[in-house]
């Protein structure tokens, strides 16, 4: 009967109410026998601790598919968002990214690499720029270029954001306008428009909903991802995707 309670605690079934019908003095002995048990078998902690990791995990994941099922047009369907690799993919990679995000430079050439080699994810990505003004000033020159000059214009300035060394400043954004052939002067007057402005706004609101608060964050089919993930690793959660 001790051992049986001890396995009942140990899993985290039924204490309180075994606690309840103890005397002080049982309770006390049922403490110790408990510690005991533990001291001498510490591997049940932890596997209890990975039990409790994966159910967290689980529910995590269960409460992000439904964000992502809630926020589905916004997350898949704005016309403000840069739209590449196979635009009738079966599975869509979503990213959320800020140009002077380390991690996001990091992911930058794998995700490349992804979207490239599976040749059936469509891949979205979203302005999210959370590390300062240099971020914002590098995200509304992206999209002026993309509002000005179109998506082939979006895709070569985003590309060069990550392989830029040094701050995002005015005198950056015209010498890589002027190296692009782009027109400087149209862009700068757009990167403070209303439509700029909305586009990182709605942007910072959908991420909100979504409860993400860093970058790199991708949204891949229901899933979401918080965070920087090798290149096999984000494959996998594709091919799962494709499972259902």
Known sequence: MKLLALSALVAGLAAPALAQDMTDAERQVFRKEVRDYLMDNPEVLMEAIGVLEE??????????????????AALFATPADWVGGNPQGDVTV???MDYRCGYCRQAFAE??????ADGN???VLKEFPILGDASVLASRFALAVKMTAGDEAYK??????????????????????SDLGLDWSAIRERMDSAEV????????ALAQQL?????????IGESMLRGYLSEEG???MVAQERRG
């Open 197 to 204: 402005t909305q586009v990182i706004a709605d942007n910072h």
């Open 55 to 72: 159910r967290q995990q689980a529910q995590q994941a269960d409460s992000d598919t439904a964000l992502v099922q809630q926020n589905a």
């Open 211 to 219: 409860q993400i608060q860093g970058t790199p964050t991708f949204v």
């Open 111 to 116: 995700v490349e690499d992804l979207v490239t």
């Open 121 to 123: 994810i469509r891949f």
């Open 234 to 236: 984000m494959a996998q």
């Open 94 to 96: 979503v990213e959320f």
């Open 156 to 177: 070569t300035v985003h590309d060069r954001f990550f392989d830029l060394r040094g701050e995002v400043t005015e005198a950056t954004l015209t010498r890589m306008a």
